[in-house]
Protein backbone atom coordinates (compact mmCIF):
# COMPACT_ATOMS: atom_id res chain seq x y z
CA UNK A 1 0.00 0.00 0.00
CA UNK A 2 1.82 3.22 -1.52
CA UNK A 3 0.13 6.28 0.56
CA UNK A 4 1.57 9.78 0.45
CA UNK A 5 1.35 12.89 2.60
CA UNK A 6 2.15 16.58 2.12
CA UNK A 7 2.48 18.66 4.59
CA UNK A 8 4.00 22.01 5.04
CA UNK A 9 2.11 24.65 3.46
CA UNK A 10 0.28 27.86 4.41
CA UNK A 11 0.16 31.41 4.21
CA UNK A 12 3.09 33.66 3.43
CA UNK A 13 4.09 37.08 1.98
CA UNK A 14 5.11 37.91 -1.53
CA UNK A 15 8.71 37.40 -1.33
CA UNK A 16 8.69 34.86 1.56
CA UNK A 17 10.00 31.08 1.52
CA UNK A 18 8.28 27.87 2.28
CA UNK A 19 9.16 23.77 2.39
CA UNK A 20 6.77 21.43 1.17
CA UNK A 21 7.41 17.64 2.24
CA UNK A 22 5.94 14.52 1.35
CA UNK A 23 6.19 11.39 2.93
CA UNK A 24 5.85 8.72 1.47
CA UNK A 25 4.70 4.98 3.29
CA UNK A 26 5.85 1.81 1.11
CA UNK A 27 9.26 0.25 -0.02
CA UNK A 28 9.52 1.68 -3.15
CA UNK A 29 10.40 5.33 -2.83
CA UNK A 30 14.52 5.18 -3.62
CA UNK A 31 13.59 3.85 -7.05
CA UNK A 32 10.61 6.16 -7.88
CA UNK A 33 10.38 9.30 -9.62
CA UNK A 34 9.09 12.17 -7.72
CA UNK A 35 7.34 15.10 -9.00
CA UNK A 36 5.54 18.18 -7.49
CA UNK A 37 1.95 19.60 -8.92
CA UNK A 38 -0.42 22.29 -8.10
CA UNK A 39 -3.69 23.43 -8.95
CA UNK A 40 -5.14 26.73 -8.50
CA UNK A 41 -8.93 27.33 -8.19
CA UNK A 42 -10.39 27.33 -11.89
CA UNK A 43 -6.95 25.86 -13.88
CA UNK A 44 -5.52 22.54 -14.32
CA UNK A 45 -3.30 20.57 -12.40
CA UNK A 46 0.43 21.86 -13.28
CA UNK A 47 3.53 20.12 -13.38
CA UNK A 48 6.15 21.64 -10.96
CA UNK A 49 9.53 19.80 -10.57
CA UNK A 50 10.61 16.43 -11.31
CA UNK A 51 13.20 14.62 -9.11
CA UNK A 52 14.37 10.70 -10.77
CA UNK A 53 15.61 8.22 -8.74
CA UNK A 54 18.55 9.55 -9.13
CA UNK A 55 18.96 12.77 -8.44
CA UNK A 56 18.49 14.62 -11.64
CA UNK A 57 16.06 17.51 -11.45
CA UNK A 58 14.08 19.37 -13.94
CA UNK A 59 11.85 22.25 -13.47
CA UNK A 60 8.52 24.21 -14.70
CA UNK A 61 10.08 27.99 -16.06
CA UNK A 62 7.75 29.31 -14.23
CA UNK A 63 9.81 28.12 -11.00
CA UNK A 64 13.13 27.95 -12.22
CA UNK A 65 15.50 29.57 -9.87
CA UNK A 66 13.04 30.06 -6.92
CA UNK A 67 11.96 26.51 -6.08
CA UNK A 68 13.78 23.21 -5.30
CA UNK A 69 13.45 19.51 -5.08
CA UNK A 70 14.66 17.55 -3.20
CA UNK A 71 15.01 13.81 -1.61
CA UNK A 72 15.53 11.85 1.61
CA UNK A 73 15.48 8.26 0.65
CA UNK A 74 16.39 7.01 4.30
CA UNK A 75 12.88 9.12 4.80
CA UNK A 76 10.97 8.58 2.43
CA UNK A 77 10.54 11.84 1.90
CA UNK A 78 10.46 14.44 -1.02
CA UNK A 79 10.59 18.11 0.19
CA UNK A 80 9.96 21.07 -2.01
CA UNK A 81 11.66 24.75 -1.35
CA UNK A 82 9.76 27.38 -2.47
CA UNK A 83 11.99 30.89 -2.05
CA UNK A 84 10.92 34.33 -3.77
CA UNK A 85 7.26 33.26 -3.54
CA UNK A 86 4.83 35.25 -5.89
CA UNK A 87 1.12 35.38 -5.32
CA UNK A 88 0.66 33.55 -8.34
CA UNK A 89 2.34 30.66 -6.70
CA UNK A 90 -0.52 30.27 -4.54
CA UNK A 91 -2.22 26.43 -5.00
CA UNK A 92 -2.70 23.37 -3.77
CA UNK A 93 0.62 21.54 -3.94
CA UNK A 94 0.71 17.60 -4.56
CA UNK A 95 3.55 15.51 -4.60
CA UNK A 96 3.01 12.34 -6.89
CA UNK A 97 5.22 9.47 -6.84
CA UNK A 98 5.43 6.94 -10.39
CA UNK A 99 6.57 3.39 -10.29
CA UNK A 100 4.27 1.63 -12.56
CA UNK A 101 1.70 3.86 -12.06
CA UNK A 102 1.01 7.23 -10.13
CA UNK A 103 -0.01 7.57 -6.91
CA UNK A 104 -1.04 10.95 -5.63
CA UNK A 105 -1.25 12.60 -2.09
CA UNK A 106 -3.99 14.85 -0.86
CA UNK A 107 -2.00 17.91 -0.88
CA UNK A 108 -1.47 21.32 0.83
CA UNK A 109 -2.35 24.64 0.15
CA UNK A 110 -0.04 27.48 -0.41
CA UNK A 111 -1.27 31.13 -0.18
CA UNK A 112 1.07 34.23 -1.25
CA UNK A 113 -0.28 37.36 -0.28
CA UNK A 114 1.00 40.47 -2.26
Known amino acids: QVQLVESGGGLVQAGGSLQLSCVVS????????LRWYRQSPGNQREWVAT???????DYADSVKGRFSISRDNAKNTVYLQMNSLKPEDTAVYYC????????WGQGTQVTVSS
Open 96 to 103: RLDFGRAY
Open 26 to 33: GSIFSRSL
Open 51 to 57: IASGGIT
